[in-house]
């Protein structure tokens, strides 16, 4: 177990005020705002003591191993992956903020155990200059080396090879939006529905056709997409596995918003990842763990939500920031069915390794699938 501890708000109150702690468990692949934890220690002075785990399944993992002995008062960062998990096993408490009327009421659970704190739709992300006509009259045919490949609309493009030899899509073994990418996968290629190609076949044919994995989402986006790169430069690719967020954060870092971004979101096959947060159950600190769980949804947290992965917040009312209202999408993600998917996405796992490993090796492709129907008599 490697679990790394920071303190916020050290040295905030004043030597004749009395401070209390509050100890956080969080992950590496949440965003949390130092800002607003600071804010909260100015207000109320309590510090917050943070461990960080290496991403939600571990946290919750170790949350687990210590619920005779809870290692923290406050969760955040549990994804949809691993809701039913921490409800079913009674990691935490139900708990209902203050500001629970300003949130999204889609995402609000009944049971009242986890408060969400941050969405995310994960969707396929592509090049929008690699799949642009060049400049000609009406009257003028394009030259044949000039007709570009019109550009991808749906997961389904994968395997035609002319678009998976141009995507690259990080490891679900590795990367927690690759797995997204395999619920998505799974979601519109369930096994055993008849008419349906099964998702293990899919994910083989479009791996044979030329379909990159890369061993992280930021060796995905940040090495291998380079949109902007432009259509001369062959050694990089045009489609990758993202969110409807990227358009906005890809500019998040530059000292102007520019006219235009070269990254499309491709409205199809989107899926719907929701980040929560709880009271850890059998805490001792159950007032504080509340107070701290407010403060992930009042307004300076959530407007400081957005991350390099393109989350979004909760609430409604959060006025958005310049990048997101001009280049910020809005698609038709759908929630992940979790109480469907229980613990199936860890089997999941372990076949995708065997197709890849099958395709790396050489390996014949995997048979067809071929639906018998017995006569009746």
Not at 44 to 57: A, D, Q, R, S
Not at 107 to 113: A, F, I, P, R, T
Not at 174 to 183: D, H
Not at 184 to 200: D, F, K, M, Y
């Amino acid at each position: 177990m490697t679990v790394v501890v920071i303190f916020f708000g050290l040295g905030c109150a004043t030597a004749t005020q009395p401070t209390d702690t509050i100890r956080l468990l969080t992950h590496e692949e949440f965003h949390l705002p130092q800002e607003a934890i600071d804010d909260f220690t100015d207000r109320t002075g309590i510090e917050v003591l943070v461990f960080v785990e290496k991403n939600t399944t571990t946290m919750v993992d170790l949350l687990e191993r210590t619920v005779a002995n809870p290692i923290a008062d406050v969760v955040l960062g549990i994804d949809s992956l691993e809701r039913r998990r921490v409800t079913e096993k009674r990691l935490v408490e139900p708990y209902r903020p203050i500001a629970l009327a300003k949130l999204d009421p889609s995402l609000l659970l009944q049971d009242g155990m986890l408060t969400p704190v941050s969405q995310l739709a994960a969707c396929l992300n592509r090049s929008k200059s690699r799949y642009d006509s060049a400049p000609r009259r009406i009257d003028q045919l394009p030259k044949p080396g000039e007709i570009p490949l019109q550009a991808p609309e749906k997961i389904d493009d994968l395997i035609d090879p002319r678009h998976a030899e141009q995507a690259v899509i990080p490891d679900p073994l590795s990367s927690r939006l690759g797995l997204y990418f395999l619920v998505a996968i799974e979601r519109l290629h369930p096994e055993n529905v008849e008419g349906v190609t099964p998702w293990p076949k899919f994910v083989d044919e479009m791996l044979r056709w030329g379909v990159e994995i890369a061993p992280s989402w930021e060796e995905a986006w940040f090495s291998r997409f380079q949109p902007s790169a432009g259509l001369a430069n062959t050694d990089t690719r045009s489609l990758t596995w993202g969110s409807s967020g990227m358009p906005a954060v890809s500019v998040r870092f530059l000292p102007e918003l520019p006219d235009d971004v070269d990254v499309a979101v491709i409205d199809s096959g989107c899926v719907k990842i929701v980040n929560y947060a709880g009271v850890v159950n059998n805490t001792p600190n159950r007032r504080n763990a509340g107070r701290l769980v407010d403060a992930f949804i009042e307004p300076l947290f959530q407007f400081e939500v957005p991350d390099r992965y393109g989350s979004r917040p909760t609430r409604t009312d959060i006025v958005r920031t310049d990048a997101w209202r001009r280049f910020g999408v809005n698609v038709t993600a759908i929630p992940i069915d979790e109480w469907r998917i229980g613990p199936l996405w860890e089997v999941w796992l372990m076949t995708w390794k065997q197709i890849v490993d099958s395709v790396a090796s050489g390996e014949e492709p995997l048979p067809p699938i071929v639906q018998v129907t017995l006569p009746t008599e």
